[in-house]
């Protein structure tokens, strides 16, 4: 887990300032014969739509540049992964599977991540320092996107590949999740594949 947390922040989490921050509507909407849209003809955005538009993509820019850690809320609490039995496709090995063991959901292990060497602007804190009712609600002094949430890895007989699953949410109603598939080359853990479970 220490080794393929910094990978999983960057191919998981986001900046919720980009994220919610869809560009503006800039030009015309065309629509087929049945009614269902085909495309957006941006030749005939007015005066207005060019204006929000411009205005968006500095306010995109200078979040970009802004150089202060994004925080992400961390639940250290790690729980077993909980499907009792999944096969991991992998192409160079096909017919190898996960372990078939019963999950005991009484087992659980404290990641202890505050000496991990994380990538880019992304920075974990501990989620119990959170308000975790209202934590959505909550004015903050820095900028805070989101909650995220890791199980723990299943392991094939080998000890070579693994799987866990993933989730971040940065709202009462906006989250996604991933099925991760993790593999040891040279002696080091890489995500080699992601599938998505849920989104909201």
């Known amino acids: 887990m220490v080794e393929i947390l910094p990978s999983i922040m960057d191919s998981t989490c ?4 980009i994220f919610s921050n869809p560009p503006p509507r800039y030009g015309k909407s065309i629509f087929n014969k049945e009614g269902y849209y085909v495309k957006t003809d941006s030749t005939k955005a007015t005066p207005e739509e060019i204006k929000n538009f ?4 500095q306010q995109i820019s200078d979040i970009e540049k ?3 850690k994004v925080i992400i809320a ?3 609490k790690i729980l077993p992964y909980e499907k009792e039995y999944e096969k991991i496709i992998v192409e160079n090995f096909p017919k190898d599977t996960l372990l078939k063991i019963k999950t005991d959901k009484t087992k659980e ?7 991990i060497k994380l990538n880019g602007k992304f920075k974990l804190k501990n989620i119990n320092e959170f308000d975790k009712e209202n934590i ?3 004015k903050y002094k820095f900028n805070f996107s989101g909650i995220l949430r890791v199980s723990g890895i299943k392991f ?14 940065c709202g ?7 099925k991760i598939f993790i593999k040891k080359v040279k002696n080091k853990w890489k995500i080699i594949k992601m599938e998505e479970t849920w989104i909201s």
């Open 14 to 17: 986001v900046d919720v300032r």
């Open 54 to 57: 411009k205005e968006w993509k």
């Open 66 to 68: 802004d150089t202060s």
């Open 74 to 76: 961390f639940d250290p």
């Open 109 to 115: 292990y404290i990641l202890d991540f505050k000496n």
């Open 136 to 138: 959505f609600e909550r």
């Open 156 to 169: 094939d007989k080998k000890r070579e590949n693994g799987i866990l699953d993933v989730g971040f949410t």
């Open 172 to 178: 009462r109603l906006c989250g996604y999740g991933n």
